[in-house]
């Protein structure tokens, strides 16, 4: 950064967007990582940005015609499947308040003795999360089961 600043100038280097988020970024991560050497702050999480920092490789879809076609594609498919991912949250939120309407403080006399788990059907985010990781275990189970499938016929 200070030697892109050195060889464009100060007043050059501020004119590209591009390099004022970086200078953004790096200055924040400096202070940030200073105030948590001081024992100062607990992190923030800014050193989190660096990482967009790579979205600079999409300048090259300027020049590279595949590229930019297929990230064309790509956001044009965004459409579709933030439409499915809204439906597959709507069956988990019906699922969950039917998980609820079933279970929800029927296994509380079980409990007495020692901690509840966290997966249960008592609060409605306790719910959300339990559906979602049981859903989450039948797809991994689906999917073993096919990738067994296709490696026994090859």
């Not at 660096?50 to 990230?71: H, S």
């Not at 933030?82 to 929800?104: D, H, N, P, T, Y």
């Not at 788990?117 to 275990?137: C, H, M, Y």
Request: charged share 15%; with cysteine; glycine share 6%.
């Amino acid at each position: 950064m200070l030697l892109k600043m050195y060889s464009l100038g100060i007043t050059g280097y501020f004119v590209s967007n591009f390099n004022r988020f970086d200078f953004f970024v790096v200055i924040g991560s400096i202070i940030e990582f200073v105030l948590i050497y001081q024992d100062l702050i607990p992190p923030l999480g800014i050193s989190v940005l660096r990482c967009v920092r790579l979205l600079r490789v999409f300048k090259v879809t300027r020049y590279w015609t595949a590229l930019r076609n297929l990230v064309a594609s790509l956001l044009n498919s965004m459409k579709s499947i933030a439409s499915l991912l809204l439906l597959l949250f709507l069956f988990i939120v019906i699922f969950a308040l039917l998980g609820m309407q079933m279970f929800g403080g029927k296994f509380d006399h079980i409990f007495l003795v020692e901690e509840k788990p966290r997966n249960n059907f008592d609060s409605f985010w306790g719910a959300l999360i339990t559906v979602f990781q049981v859903e989450k275990k039948i797809l991994e189970k689906k999917n073993s089961f096919f990738n067994i499938n296709v490696y026994l016929r090859f």
